[in-house]
């Protein structure tokens, strides 16, 4: 699923598994991809012994269901460097509707993250996108934190700088080229539950017609 950041599938379980959520807003890397308004959010997830995983998932609004707003796409493969690290590459394809403005934003993302026992991960990518003028390859560097505070309770923060995926047509719209991006929240977790409350910014420049990133996003999740 997409919620803030793209987070790496782990491969520690094996067989699939997957999940359905209810979530207060999309978000990709700081960039509104719905208005406020609840979201279905539903994935399924592959894995092997060996370290692959495979996933797929996909998202719409609740009150226009059957409206896929964003499908995702993920082959992974996770390996152990020591006893404290992993580390991860990912192929991750984007999907949007053809009918709507965000389908110039469909891509494909080559990712490489390092994760140190589950608390930090730190991820770099790049980004080719489909559609336009202008679809060279999109940079993005990302770091991730969680720490438990209580049992079942953790703390989940994050920051990010990316390049902007599509550059505005008019030469006299100023934006800039890259923008920066961060979240900071609470997660409850228990069993198959997850509940998520996170507070979201982003300076990226609002673009004519794009939502913008609601300060605060929440997200319950279930598992199987």
């Given at each position: 699923?997409?919620f803030?950041?793209v ?7 094996v067989?699939?598994t ?7 807003q999309l978000?990709d ?6 208005p406020?308004?609840p979201i279905l959010?539903g994935?399924?997830?592959?894995s092997?012994?060996s ?5 797929l998932?996909?998202?719409t609004?609740i009150?226009s269901p059957g409206r896929?707003v964003e499908t995702?796409?993920?082959?992974a493969h996770?390996?152990?460097v020591s006893s404290d690290?992993?580390m991860q590459?990912a192929l991750i394809y984007y999907?949007y ?16 993250y390092w994760?140190y026992r589950?608390i930090?991960?730190v ?7 489909f559609h336009?003028a202008?679809?060279?390859?999109r940079g993005?560097?990302?770091i991730?934190f969680?720490?438990?505070l209580?049992?079942?309770?953790t ?6 700088i ?7 047509r008019?030469?006299y719209?100023?934006?800039?080229a890259?923008y920066?991006?961060g979240q900071?929240g609470?997660?409850?977790d228990?069993?198959?539950w ?7 910014a ?10 913008g ?12």
């Amino acid at each position: 699923m997409t919620f803030g950041f793209v987070a790496p599938l782990h491969a520690q379980s094996v067989g699939t598994t997957g999940t359905v959520a209810i979530s207060s807003q999309l978000v990709d890397r700081g960039v509104a991809i719905t208005p406020s308004t609840p979201i279905l959010q539903g994935a399924v997830s592959w894995s092997t012994p060996s370290g692959w995983s495979l996933g797929l998932s996909g998202s719409t609004r609740i009150r226009s269901p059957g409206r896929i707003v964003e499908t995702l796409a993920q082959a992974a493969h996770s390996w152990t460097v020591s006893s404290d690290w992993q580390m991860q590459a990912a192929l991750i394809y984007y999907r949007y509707p053809s009918s709507g403005p965000w389908h110039v934003y469909d891509r494909t993302e080559l990712a490489v993250y390092w994760i140190y026992r589950d608390i930090l991960t730190v991820g770099l990518s790049g980004s080719q996108l489909f559609h336009g003028a202008d679809h060279g390859p999109r940079g993005a560097a990302d770091i991730g934190f969680r720490w438990p505070l209580a049992p079942h309770l953790t703390l989940s923060a994050g920051a990010g700088i990316a390049q902007t995926l599509v550059r505005p047509r008019y030469p006299y719209y100023a934006e800039s080229a890259h923008y920066a991006y961060g979240q900071l929240g609470l997660i409850w977790d228990n069993g198959p539950w997850r509940v998520e409350l996170a507070h979201i910014a982003s300076d990226q420049e609002k673009r004519h017609g794009q939502p913008g990133v609601s300060p605060w996003t929440a997200t319950i999740a279930r598992s199987f």
